[in-house]
Every structure is written in structure tokens, then in C-alpha cells.
């Protein structure tokens, strides 16, 4: 059945029977474009940067939603959209009727930053490659319907610099890049199939230590050891884990601890990221940590400065409305998606999705993507 040859009588009648043919019109779509959605992918991995020095990727995936290779109507394209590094390409259907509803806003994330020194190993190339490849598999969908839509339908997809540190999608928020969206999905690569993943709140902190140099032979007793005061909140932190929570994870790195042997070190720095599964169990841990660092600091006379980043990263909350439908969708092409009892047991990362759903029910009521 084509979606023209719907059945009448009402609405849900004219979109519902149509919605198989749909989906395969979103699954031809994907294989239509697998050639150009591969190269995007292998370009931005072959050239990976870091976070808000995306240029390349940026370039890279405009001309993609520019290209006149791709099929139906052109998108309108964005470049350098609130971020020097960020872009946004949208698409709609016109609506039924001038005063008809305003349309529904679905939009698609694409990440684009590497990690230093082993590159794309997350594989935020692939998360651009989904991304855009969901979102032309939508758009082929709805120029497949008889115009006008039985509901106009706008497409935006974003390009968010900046996951792996600074926050680039937190900065885009606070912009009003995400403002009047009804939905927002996102995919992340992974070894499983899962709907959902526990990511969790997550903060980063820069620690300091001031200082004095002194000839570790000749006087060490004029020197103040900053390298001691690393030494020591690290080890503070490994003593802290014993009453920390299972769920609790710190981690972090000593920066810069000292020039040579024979110089007692002035200054050190270190870096750190704190997780836990919720704001609230985050900010306990914050403050435990920092009063590691504090007493480092007062044990061997330091100054301590401690700076958390920019934007901290908040825990997602599962959506069980669209996990179902995303796994029932996914059976059916036969993916295979791990236990509930494996993602409730594991604990992941952060990677700032958003599932925005200010206006999810008026969705799900209208049928238009998922059954």
C-alpha cells in the first residue's frame, strides 16, 4: 500500500497504514546515500581535531547538507551557527493549512571533535555519519507523502563541537540553538545495542599548587614542594575511595610536576574528572574531592587553586516511550539489544545527549515516525 492509497476516515487512519511504507522509504534513503554518508564519515576521521578547532568537520559537513548530490529539495544550511565550529541544516514540509498547528520540530545531532592523541577512538565521525544519515532517511520519508503533510514537519540537524571537553552542546543551549525543538535523538557507537545508557553527571577540575623553588640539594629546607601537594591529594583521593560510593568514579592525571630533580618543584597542576549517577550524588562528591585537594595544599604549605570547568555535564533520564519504540523499530531489522539488567548494572561515560520532549505526547499522538 502507497501512501496515497491511505484508507479514510480521520486522520489516524490516513497516517497509520501508511507508516510501514514510510519506514522503507527511510531504510531506501540510507542505502541511497551509504556511498556519500561513508565518505563523510572517513573524511572526518582521517583529519580528527579537537574540541573548538572542529574547522575541517565543520567544512566538511556543510558541504555534505550544500551538495546538490543529495536528494529532493535542498537544505538550508547554517554555517558557523552560535559556535565558530558548530553549523545547523534544516528542512520542512509545508503546512496543511495556514492556521493549522505549527510544526512539529525533530532534530538530529552530529559530533565531530576527537580525543588527543588517539583521535576518532570514541568514533564521533560515526555519530556525524548517523546523524545526517537519520535525518535524510526522515526527510525521504516525508517528500514521500502527498503534499501538503497531514502535519508539517520541520528537520534541523545540528552540528555540536565540543563533547569531549568544554561542553560545546551545554554553550548551544545557553545560545537558544535548541529553543522550540520538540524531540532531539542522537546515536552513539558502542560494542552493544542499547536504547538507553546510564551516562551520569560528570565534573571536571584543573588543581593548582603554588610553591617555593629551592635547590633540592643545597637547601631543600627554603623550598615549599608543590610536587609533595600533587603527591599527597592524589594519594588523598586513592584513601577517599574506600567510602566512596560503587557507582562514584574519580580519575584524573598529574599535568606538571616539576622541571628538573634538583629543583623542588614551584608549581604542579593536575587534572581530574568526578562522575556519579545524579546531580545531587555529584555535589557530595565534589566536596569530599575538594577538601582532598584543600588539605594537600595545608599539609605541605602550598596555595591550592581549584577551578572546575566551564559546564558540567548532567545525567541523562532514560525516556521510556521512546526506547520502546526505538527497540521494537530495531527488531525488526534485526539488531540485538543487551539486557536491561547489563545497562542498569553498567556504568557509562558522558556524551551530553539530549532528549528534549518538551512536547513528546503530541508526537506520539500524531504517529509520524515511530508506531
Not at 565531530?112 to 544519515?133: F, K, M, R
Not at 545495542?193 to 627554603?222: F, I, Q
Not at 549517577?277 to 557530595?284: A, G, H, N, R
Amino acid at each position: 500500500m502507497k501512501p496515497q492509497d491511505a484508507p479514510q476516515g480521520g486522520p489516524a487512519a490516513a497516517v497509520l497504514p501508511a507508516l510501514g511504507t514510510l519506514k522503507q522509504r527511510a531504510c531506501e534513503s540510507v542505502e541511497l546515500n551509504a556511498e556519500l554518508l561513508s565518505a563523510l564519515s572517513r573524511d572526518i576521521w582521517s583529519r580528527p581535531e579537537l574540541a573548538y578547532e572542529e574547522h575541517q568537520a565543520h567544512d566538511t559537513m556543510t558541504r555534505f547538507f550544500s551538495s546538490g548530490e543529495l536528494p529532493g529539495a535542498a537544505w538550508a544550511v547554517q554555517p558557523r551557527y552560535k559556535l565558530s565550529t558548530a553549523f545547523r541544516a534544516e528542512w520542512g514540509t509545508a503546512a496543511p493549512q495556514a492556521e493549522g498547528p505549527r510544526a512539529l520540530r525533530v532534530a538530529f545531532l552530529c559530533e565531530y571533535d576527537a580525543l588527543p592523541g588517539i583521535g576518532h577512538a570514541c568514533g564521533h565521525n560515526l555519530i556525524a555519519e548517523v546523524g545526517a544519515a537519520a535525518a535524510l532517511g526522515l526527510k525521504a520519508a516525508l517528500e514521500s507523502l502527498p503534499q501538503p503533510a497531514p502535519t508539517a514537519v520541520q528537520i534541523t540537524v545540528l552540528g555540536t563541537p565540543a563533547e569531549e571537553q568544554g561542553g560545546g552542546k551545554i554553550d548551544l543551549i545557553k545560545a537558544g540553538a535548541f529553543d522550540g525543538l520538540d524531540v532531539v535523538f542522537m546515536a552513539h557507537p558502542s560494542q552493544e545495542n542499547a536504547a538507553y545508557l546510564p551516562d551520569v553527571a560528570e565534573h571536571d577540575v584543573t588543581v593548582k599548587y603554588y610553591g617555593k623553588a629551592s635547590h633540592a640539594a643545597a637547601y631543600p629546607w627554603e623550598g615549599v614542594n608543590a610536587l609533595d601537594a600533587a603527591v599527597l591529594a592524589y594519594n588523598n583521593l586513592s584513601v577517599l575511595r574506600q567510602q566512596m560510593k560503587p557507582t562514584w568514579r574519580v580519575h584524573g592525571v598529574i599535568k606538571n610536576g616539576g622541571v628538573k630533580p634538583n629543583i623542588i618543584p614551584s608549581y604542579t597542576e593536575l587534572e581530574f574528572y568526578l562522575r556519579a549517577p545524579s546531580m545531587k550524588d555529584l555535589s557530595v562528591l565534589i566536596e569530599k574531592v575538594e577538601n582532598c585537594f584543600k588539605s594537600a595544599a595545608l599539609a605541605t604549605g602550598c596555595k591550592v587553586e581549584i577551578k572546575g570547568g566551564e559546564n558540567d555535564y548532567y545525567n541523562v533520564l532514560p525516556n521510556n516511550s521512546l526506547q520502546k519504540a526505538y527497540k521494537e523499530n530495531g527488531k525488526k531489522l534485526g539488531i540485538e539489544f543487551i539486557s536491561e539488567d547489563c545497562i542498569l548494572n553498567g556504568l557509562s561515560g558522558n556524551f551530553m545527549p539530549l532528549t528534549l520532549v518538551h512536547e513528546f505526547n503530541r508526537l506520539v499522538s500524531q504517529r509520524v515516525l515511530f508506531k
